[in-house]
């Protein structure tokens, strides 16, 4: 890859991948070996949410599963190999109304790209709780699929009203022995079927309104685990804790899509829309591609198939624009 004098990367680029990732690293390491030499622009959390995650046992490939960081540095590195290069700073704005793009990062560089991915991810919300941040990843997790199978036979708990919270507390009664829905309300915000649904699962145990105060856990031997969370009742006051092994936020994900607003096309809750089958946004040379645009499954392997996906219909564009300038 051409640099500037002063070592980074030079200005224009074929491709250029906002947010890393399994979304963000597979499209880089697709567009790498197509020659492409793509530029990723990783943010302040290299890597992505996995970044966060400790043991993962279900990407292919790992009989005995990786750590997240691990997994991470692994696609970076592989994706490094075919000449992709990684900024750590962030996008903070973007022009999609000239050609090529026009990028600006946070210490007010400037880019031009022919095409763009766009691989920024979503973000759990979380409660704000310190303790929430200190098991993050040792008990405290916003993803059922992703952790249910570590707590098989434990009791867990899950926060939240919504049909996030109804599908999160239903899959742990698949490896948990009891499941705990605490709300902040009596009233849910879920579709009658998923709340019925939940309702008559025998493993789900509604406390409601209340609310957690306090994750509880321990820490021996550098290792940290939850033992139980101390929480409020709303209508009494009253402060009691409840043991339990694992703890689920379940108040919904926010796409990290801000500065596309008023550029690419979102549904209501901010999620990129693409074109079905494909990674294409509204705007011809501009795709999508991870949890940015996909609220429903939210894997790591699922985000990399939309990677590759994203990588590759990049690289077709490129292709026929390149034909019609020549013919």
């Given at each position: 890859m051409e640099l500037s004098k002063n070592g980074s990367p030079s200005n224009h680029h074929k491709v250029i991948i906002i947010g890393s990732g399994p979304a963000g690293l597979t499209a880089a390491l697709y567009s790498g070996r197509a020659a492409l030499?793509?530029?990723?622009?990783?943010?302040?959390?290299?890597?992505?949410?996995?970044?966060?995650?400790?043991?993962?046992?279900?990407?292919?490939?790992?009989?005995?599963?990786?750590?997240?960081?691990?997994?991470?540095?692994?696609?970076?590195?592989?994706?490094?190999?075919?000449?992709?290069v990684s900024i750590y700073r962030n996008i903070t704005k973007v022009n999609?109304?000239?050609?090529?793009f026009e990028l600006t990062d946070e210490e007010d560089n400037n880019y031009t790209a022919d095409t763009v991915i766009v691989s920024t991810g979503a973000s759990a919300k979380w409660l704000g709780l310190d303790?929430?941040?200190?098991?993050?990843?040792?008990?405290?997790?916003?993803?059922?699929?992703?952790?249910?199978?570590?707590?098989?036979?434990?009791?867990?708990?899950?926060?939240?009203?919504?049909?996030?919270?109804?599908?999160?507390?239903?899959?742990?009664?698949?490896?948990?022995?009891?499941?705990?829905?605490?709300?902040?309300?009596?009233?849910?915000?879920?579709?009658?079927?998923?709340?019925?649904?939940?309702?008559?699962?025998?493993?789900?145990?509604?406390?409601?309104?209340?609310?957690?105060e306090e994750i509880l856990g321990k820490t021996e031997e550098n290792k940290k685990s939850v033992v139980g969370?101390?929480?409020?009742?709303?209508?009494?006051?009253?402060?009691?804790?409840?043991?339990?092994?694992?703890?689920?936020?379940?108040?919904?994900?926010?796409?990290?899509?801000?500065?596309?607003?008023?550029?690419?096309?979102?549904?209501?809750?901010?999620?990129?829309?693409?074109k079905k089958s494909t990674s294409e946004t509204n705007i011809e040379g501009v795709f999508a591609c991870g949890d940015v645009q996909d609220n429903y499954y939210r894997q790591a392997v699922t985000a990399a198939g939309t990677g590759c996906m994203a990588a590759i219909d990049a690289e077709r564009y490129l292709e026929k624009i390149e034909f019609e300038m020549h013919s």
């Open positions: 030499n793509p530029l990723i622009f990783e943010g302040h959390q290299p890597g992505g949410q996995l970044t966060i995650t400790t043991e993962v046992e279900n990407y292919p490939g790992f009989e005995h599963g990786i750590q997240g960081p691990e997994l991470m540095d692994v696609m970076r590195k592989q994706a490094h190999r075919f000449g992709a999609f109304e000239v050609r090529p303790s929430e941040k200190h098991f993050m990843g040792y008990g405290v997790s916003s993803c059922a699929t992703c952790d249910g199978f570590f707590f098989r036979g434990m009791k867990v708990v899950v926060v939240g009203g919504g049909d996030t919270a109804m599908e999160e507390a239903n899959y742990l009664t698949r490896h948990a022995s009891e499941v705990i829905l605490i709300h902040r309300r009596e009233e849910f915000r879920a579709s009658k079927i998923m709340l019925d649904r939940a309702k008559a699962n025998p493993k789900i145990r509604f406390v409601l309104n209340t609310v957690v969370v101390r929480v409020k009742d709303l209508k009494t006051g009253e402060v009691s804790e409840i043991e339990c092994s694992g703890f689920f936020t379940a108040i919904g994900h926010e796409p990290n899509s801000g500065i596309f607003k008023g550029k690419l096309d979102m549904d209501e809750n901010g999620y990129l829309v693409t």
